[in-house]
């Protein structure tokens, strides 16, 4: 079936630097991704739609200069998170949806996720 | 804008036993999942329910979605101890496939 790959799974930075973020479809094309973040027992929020050939839909309240989102490729999106501050840890994942028709094409499919830890 | 609501947020329940989860959500919407998620993990998808009246079973598990309500249940039935997880349903807003998450709830199966 579909898979929705990120990398690093696990990465850890100092204050004040940027880590960069990948979410890669690898069986299909997506148009759209998206992008979450999860603090730990708690639920996943959305942060933005990144859209492949134009600017992303950052959601209210998240920093769009902050968070930068690139998506350069049918099948890939990237989120840097610039400027990383400890309050910034937390679990990123990201999501994409199959394009194929049918029932497929209804299932969102969610990336293994990325534990960012800021020192 | 769109709310989701899930409850309970926490069930401790004993092998062998059923259960339901309820998922409400606040405007209009005919696409909903069900996402499981093991400690540490990302998210596994159980169930998309895209109409009114859809039932989907798989294993021990059982959801189904009322759009007229605004709710959906995820039924448990005999539960065992793999089914420990934390369990969350998703409402697509505006069919764009952008997902508001309810709290989740956190299951765990005692022997």
């Known amino acids: 079936g579909a898979v929705v790959s990120q990398h690093p799974s696990r990465v850890i930075c100092k204050s004040g630097t940027s880590v960069k973020i990948e979410c890669r479809s690898l069986?299909?094309?997506?148009?759209?991704m998206f992008w979450y973040r999860q603090f730990p027992k708690k639920s996943l929020m959305l942060m933005a739609t990144?859209?492949?050939?134009?600017?992303?839909?950052?959601e209210q309240g998240v920093e769009k200069d902050k968070f930068l989102i690139n998506h350069a490729s049918l099948t890939l999106s990237t989120l840097t998170v610039t400027s990383a501050h400890p309050e910034d840890s937390s679990f990123y994942i990201c999501?994409?949806?199959?394009?194929?028709?049918?029932?497929?094409?209804?299932?969102?499919?969610f990336g293994e996720g990325s534990w960012l830890t800021v020192v | 804008e769109l709310k989701v609501e899930q409850n309970p947020l926490f069930l401790s329940m004993q092998e062998g036993k059923n259960y339901t989860i309820y998922c409400n959500y606040s405007?209009?919407?005919?696409?909903l999942y069900w996402y499981r998620q093991d400690p540490g993990k990302s998210l596994e998808s159980l169930f998309v329910?895209?109409?009114?009246?859809a039932v989907k079973q798989e294993g021990r598990l059982m959801a189904s979605l009322d759009t007229k309500a605004r709710l959906s249940t995820l039924h448990i039935t005999a539960a065992v101890h793999d089914l420990s997880a934390t369990y969350f349903c998703?409402?697509?807003?505006?069919?764009?496939?952008?997902?508001?998450f309810g709290s989740g709830t956190r299951l765990l199966v005692r022997p």
């Open positions: 999501s994409a949806r199959s394009s194929a028709s049918g029932t497929s094409g209804n299932t969102i499919y």
């Open positions: 069986d299909f094309q997506a148009t759209t």
């Open positions: 990144s859209n492949e050939g134009s600017k992303a839909t950052y």
């Open positions: 405007t209009t919407s005919d696409r």
């Open positions: 329910l895209l109409s009114n009246g």
């Open positions: 998703a409402v697509d807003e505006d069919s764009s496939y952008k997902l508001i």
